[in-house]
Nanobody
Framework: VQLQASGGGLVQAGGSLRLSCATS????????VGWFRQVPGKERLLVAA?????IYADSVKGRFTISRVNSENTFYLQMNTLKPEDTAVYYCAASITGGWGPEDYWGQGTQVTVSS
């Protein structure tokens, strides 16, 4: 199983980025998918997850949108109105149970940097 995150980069505050996570080796439609982010010295936090309906961290509601295309085994995170505090390494993950632990599948992370 592989998850490949892409789309990170450097953007000015107020800008947008779209992260992608391409998956292979799993029955994609069976899995919940999620995006997490982590800054140095802090724990990895859930940004958005999608099973039957999306859930979002309060800090990104109204600005970020998670979506998936099952036929492409890929899911996305559209990030709008970015803020400097959104700067982090973003990880994609796939989970049958939604436990989001080491037993699940994780991508390698993509850096998002938002300048003020």
């Amino acid at each position: 199983v592989q998850l490949q995150a892409s789309g990170g980069g450097l953007v000015q505050a107020g800008g947008s980025l779209r992260l992608s996570c391409a998956t292979s080796g799993l029955t994609f439609s069976r899995y919940r998918v999620g995006w997490f982010r982590q800054v140095p010295g802090k724990e990895r936090l859930l940004v958005a997850a999608l099973s039957w309906s999306p859930i979002y961290a309060d800090s990104v509601k109204g600005r970020f949108t998670i979506s998936r295309v099952n036929s492409e085994n890929t899911f996305y995170l559209q990030m709008n109105t970015l803020k400097p505090e959104d700067t982090a390494v973003y990880y994609c993950a796939a989970s049958i149970t939604g436990g989001w632990g080491p037993e699940d599948y994780w991508g390698q992370g993509t850096q998002v940097t938002v300048s003020s």
